[in-house]
């Protein structure tokens, strides 16, 4: 069940790459309690109707601090990333979640693959760090595409994790449009054709993420087998 709405202060905000902010949070009342995958809605007081709601997924798995860290990207002309764009540490949001259904598989017996764009990564992301705090890393691969090389969000995070863990792939691919698919689908066809055993997490908004669901199912998955988060 979803935590009511509450006040929490903004501990911080960071530049992650030119067009995305990192945004912590601190929840005053209680700590929230989510998991990996889900999201929060901040009420933003802007827009012809205020509130404006804005939902933002979780970067960070739970952590002993209670601190909740969200990534916005800059939309020209967006309400509520100017918004957020404004504030400062010590400013205070309403906020209500956790929500969706977007979270790891119970339990982990097949390859995970993990398929996002640009901020549909951050989902994903804060699976794999939940994951890795594991004694080791279950067999997984992570295809990330970016519009931009600039844009690549936690790209030396997970060269690193990478480095560290022989059980994790990370595949980056560089694509100025969300329709532009022919080396993540190339990688899609050597991971998960041929009846291969793999769990499939796709992340971004739909013009990337359901052309790549249908893909899922010309290989024979069942549709409902294929873990879909979108944003738009």
């Not at 905000?13 to 067009?19: D, F, K, S, V, Y």
């Not at 949001?93 to 549909?120: A, D, K, M, T, W």
Request: hydrophobic share 40%.
């Amino acid at each position: 069940m979803a935590e009511p709405t509450q006040i929490a202060d903004i501990v911080s905000l960071t530049t992650l790459t030119p067009h995305t902010t990192e945004l912590v949070l601190r929840p005053i009342e209680h700590p929230l309690s989510f998991k990996p995958g889900q999201w929060i809605s901040l009420q933003l007081p802007v827009g012809d109707h205020p509130p404006l709601n804005r939902a933002y997924s979780l970067a960070e798995p739970p952590s002993s601090t209670g601190h909740l860290t969200l990534v916005f990207d800059h939309v020209p002309g967006g309400k509520g990333s100017s918004y957020l764009s404004s504030l400062k540490p010590g400013d205070r949001l309403p906020l209500s979640g956790p929500y969706g259904h977007f979270v790891l598989p119970e339990p982990e017996s097949q390859h995970l693959l993990l398929i996002g764009r640009y901020s549909g990564l951050v989902p994903l992301r804060c699976m794999l760090r939940s994951l890795a705090l594991q004694d080791s890393l279950p067999s997984t691969t992570l295809i990330a595409q970016a519009p931009h090389a600039a844009e690549q969000l936690y790209h030396d995070e997970f060269m690193a994790l990478a480095a560290r863990h022989s059980t994790f792939r990370y595949l980056p691919f560089i694509c100025v449009t969300p329709e532009g698919h022919d080396e993540t689908v190339d990688a899609i066809k050597q991971l998960a054709g041929n009846g291969r055993q793999v769990t499939p997490m796709i992340a971004g908004i739909k013009s990337f993420a359901r052309p790549l669901r249908a893909l899922f199912v010309e290989l024979g998955f069942d549709r409902r087998e294929v873990k879909l988060e979108t944003y738009d």
